[in-house]
């Protein structure tokens, strides 16, 4: 790196400042334990305590939908206790959710899986709203894709040691390191991330009058629409995540194959997130979240059209993959454009149960559809999309004539 390009780099880190960073470096750790847990606990599941993949599915199931409870109560405590503890909280469940993978009562293990989930829900609320706090005067998109990248790279490097550690040393070992991984960043979000200037809890009586924090904020029509714009990508998301592997695996008769399409999507799509920040940075972001439906409904319409071939899925898969991950980005941009910096919290608790609740009718709608014609799950996936592009349209058209942050969202 030349002399310039390094001064540049240091400017920017000092100017993102200590809230930044901090939030980066959590990210990194939060990444290193969240996906590896997710991606070997089924595992575990099956090989130490030999379940059927429907008491696996069962037990995925419950941890979800304690994560959409997780995240309303997240969003009223990051708005009542302040983002800093809420996001501690949510590490700290995270940490006593790892040792599903010491224990072997079937109980215990549902009831730690739990706790992770739970944990889960807390921190994702929590570290979207700390992050539009402490970027609020700066550039709000591209931090988020940061933000995201940060996560996507510590869930890289946390599932390399993952595989080193069970080959080595078995599950028991693996719980230990994720607990110890996360009782790190627990206490890092309790010293390093200072509680920022105007973030204060609202009052046990606010919170009540307002019947845990949600009755005024779910009245608003554009918090509603804004979840719709939320569900509706996110159940073609749940589709493709668990479709395009299997269909892929089907036809190649490779796991190297799937593993190839898994790491270009994943770092095609980290360099859209980037894309998507820099230009609602630049423009706002009516016209990145516009692209990105056109994205969707392209993939979707294309996978339908291209499903019998391996190529199709090369090709719009990851299309439909990078356009998720950049509305993905948008959501802060979105949410701190149209509501006020009192109700961050409660609106993304609201919107991380749409984006759960997403996922899972995605994965329904596909699995059931595939059953009765191969095309048909994606062809679906672009009407929903196709009728996401019109809402869209439609808010931020209104949002210009209302006068809503016309700068911020248009």
């Not at 454009?337 to 984006?355: K, Q």
Request: aromatic share 10%; glycine share 12%.
């Amino acid at each position: 790196m030349s002399a310039i390009g390094l001064r540049g780099a240091r400017a920017t880190l000092r100017a993102w400042g200590r809230p930044i960073l901090s939030l980066l470096a959590l990210q990194l750790l939060s990444g290193a334990v969240v996906l590896p847990r997710l991606s070997f606990f089924p595992i575990y599941l099956e090989e130490q305590l030999g379940y059927t993949p429907l008491v696996v599915s069962i037990f995925a199931l419950v941890g979800q939908v304690l994560g959409m409870g997780a995240a309303l109560v997240g969003g009223s405590l990051c708005d009542f206790l302040g983002r800093k503890w809420t996001l501690a909280m949510g590490l700290g469940g995270l940490a006593l959710g790892s040792l599903a993978f010491v224990f072997q009562a079937p109980w215990l293990v549902m009831a730690l899986g739990g706790v992770a989930g739970l944990g889960l829900g807390l921190r994702t609320p929590a570290v979207q709203s700390y992050l539009i706090d402490a970027a609020a005067s700066r550039r709000l998109g591209l931090l988020s894709a940061v933000t995201n990248l940060c996560f996507i790279i510590g869930a890289a490097a946390g599932s390399l040691g993952a595989g080193a550690i069970l080959d080595g040393w078995g599950f028991a070992a693996f719980g230990l390191a994720l607990l110890i991984l996360s009782l790190v960043a627990a206490v890092g979000a309790a010293v390093l991330l200072p509680a920022l200037a105007g973030v204060r809890g609202r009052g046990a009586g606010t919170l009540y009058r307002s019947r845990v924090g949600y009755r005024g904020v779910l009245r608003r029509p554009n918090v509603v629409v804004l979840g719709v714009l939320r569900f509706l990508p996110t159940c073609y998301y749940g589709t493709a995540t668990v479709l395009i592997p299997l269909l892929m695996n089907r036809m190649a008769e490779s796991k190297m194959v799937v593993a190839l399409y898994a790491t270009a999507s994943q770092v095609l799509a980290a360099a859209s997130q980037l894309l998507a920040g820099w230009s609602a940075d630049r423009w706002g972001p009516r016209w990145p979240t516009m692209a990105s439906f056109v994205g969707l409904v392209t993939a979707a319409v294309g996978l339908a059209l291209s499903a019998s071939h391996l190529w199709g899925f090369f090709v719009f898969g990851i299309l439909g993959n990078c356009a998720a991950w950049a509305l993905s980005t948008l959501v802060p941009s979105l949410v701190s454009g149209m509501t006020p910096a009192a109700e961050h919290g409660r609106v993304l608790g609201f919107i991380h149960l749409v984006w759960s609740a997403g996922m899972m009718v995605g994965t329904m709608l596909g699995g059931a559809l595939v059953e009765v014609a191969l095309p048909l799950p994606f062809l679906a996936a672009a009407l929903l999309n196709a009728a996401g592009f019109v809402v869209a349209a439609w808010f931020f058209r209104q949002a210009r004539a209302d006068g809503l942050q016309a700068r911020q969202l248009t």
